[in-house]
């Protein structure tokens, strides 16, 4: 190769892009419009989750806690729903897992914080992250099943709550084990 080629290349380069509009953009002033799929980061849809917990099961950080306490018709209760996003590693294993679509990848990207325990995230801060997103969104899931059209919620009828609930007449169970109290 003559000798200056390489130079003469990478001016060539240099030029061809002087001349162009730039391709970056100042962030956080200018923002670039990001895909509404885009798997950004996760949402939890209260609206559409059981609490079967097959989204915690699934973590391989076990960063998901999910607490339920059962009603009457079978159904059950989320008293808790958080995400520890500090060792979340976005895999989508989660959104993968859900029966029910109850957590999708999606959502704001521009979510970095001072301190770092604020990257636990509990149910109340998670239901106001996907109300805002489904507010932007007119009502459309990530998955781009709107809102109104798939009404899942958890006081409705699911597989859980159509199977009756056992009682003491029913099947041998953990509602037949002694309690701590009765046992010898
Ligand atoms: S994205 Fe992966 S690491 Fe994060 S909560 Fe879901 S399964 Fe766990
Ligand atoms: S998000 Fe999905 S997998 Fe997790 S508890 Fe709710 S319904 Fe079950």
Known sequence: MAYGMGIARGLMVTFKHIFHPPVTVNYPEEQRQVPVRA?????????????????????????????????????????????????????????????????QAGGRYDDAVYVFENMYRNKQTLTSEAHSYLERTSGRYPNGQLQEIIPLRTQMPTARSRVQVAGEEGPIGPQHLPSRANRD
């Open 39 to 103: 798997r950004t980061n996760l949402l939890w849809f209260e609206e559409r989750c059981t609490g079967c917990s097959t989204c915690a099961q699934a973590c391989p950080d076990g960063c998901i806690l999910v607490q339920t306490t059962p009603r009457a018709d079978g159904t059950l209760n989320i008293d808790r729903y958080e995400i520890d996003f500090r060792i979340c590693m976005y895999c989508g294993l989660c959104t993968e897992a859900c029966p029910y679509q109850a957590i």
